[in-house]
């Protein structure tokens, strides 16, 4: 048994010490905005936060999730109102969506940590999460309308 806190919620997970919090969360907790792309943290589409940092879900076992508070895109605005949340309507990103709530968990952290990011500060920390559809310049774009 481990004590996990997850958006807020002190949660005890059955699980194997070294299950990925990527399956934690989505097999164990039924939050599946948290999306397995490759499970080899080469595409950010799990990208969730701990302790306010962005990090790769697929790539850290549940004991070295366990006493940090992990945030995932179901936590991050009660009602899904974050500015970031509305940008991403405003510029109409998503095309098939399967990476979008990696990448705005990802800008998330970047806006919490420099709220007023240059356009190179924005495309260098956004390179961490890829997009099959190529809604780059969207992403980028919708950023730049969130820390207006
Ligand atoms: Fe975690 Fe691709 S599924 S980085």
């Not at 997850?6 to 948290?34: F, M």
């Not at 007023?116 to 099959?132: E, K, Q, Y």
């Amino acid at each position: 048994m481990a004590g996990l806190t997850v958006n807020g919620h002190i949660v005890d997970i059955d699980a194997d010490p070294q299950t990925p919090l990527l399956w934690v969360l989505r097999e164990h907790l039924g939050l599946t905005g948290t999306k397995y792309g490759c499970g080899a943290g080469l595409c950010g589409a799990c990208t969730v936060h701990l302790d306010g940092e962005a990090a790769f879900a697929c790539q850290v076992p549940l004991d070295a999730a366990t006493g940090r508070a992990v945030t995932t895109i179901e936590g991050l605005s009660p009602t899904g109102e974050h500015a970031l949340q509305r940008a991403w309507v405003a510029e109409q990103v998503p095309q098939c969506g399967y990476c979008q709530s990696g990448q705005i968990m990802q800008a998330a952290a970047l806006l919490s940590a420099n709220p007023r990011p240059a356009r190179a500060d924005i495309v260098d920390t956004m390179s961490a999460n890829l997009c099959r559809c190529g809604t780059y310049l969207r992403i980028v774009k919708a950023i730049e309308r969130a820390a207006e």
